[in-house]
């Protein structure tokens, strides 16, 4: 059986719809429905459902995501030794005065597990919790030079080395000769 036979379209569905709530920052039925390639009366089926599992709050005319999904994510971090790297984490952010993270694998993707900014104003639009390839971040390649040779190459086989900046290493070989 091939992964996408064991996949639940339905769930699917609902999560494309809390993504794009999410990253609107909020949304209307007919704006979902628009950005998921749905009719607004599949997607009001599925905002009702999240809304009465009390993911979704209503208000002022559109869907938000409720703080219930902040209890999620702090479960999920919980099972990471983040105690020694938070330090580490806040004493570069405080001596070099930009902003600093650490990243988790998972997936063949990285994700903010937790972020520490000096007090200064260098703002950034990455928050704990997103999600960074890893060939295109500092903590990715990181990330990616300590694995097995075998456990990289399923990795990087697995996904399109894209460009995120003009900086980003897009050629396998390149990336390889960083990595080492």
Known sequence: MSEHQRRVKTTETSFRIIKVVRDNGGAGTS???RTVGLSTGAVHKHL???LSLGYLI???GGYYLSIRFLSLGIQARERLPLQPAS???RDLADTTGYPSSFIVREHREGVYAFRATPGTDHNTDVTEGD???LHA???GKTILAFLSQRRRD???DSVSLDSYTDKTITDREELEQELR
Request: charged fraction near 15%; proline fraction near 5%.
């Open 137 to 139: 971040t500092a903590g």
């Open 131 to 133: 999600i960074a390839p």
């Open 48 to 50: 009702q459902t999240l």
């Open 154 to 156: 399923e990795t990087l």
């Open 31 to 33: 704006e979902i429905a």
């Open 58 to 60: 209503h208000q002022d």
């Open 87 to 89: 330090s580490v984490v």
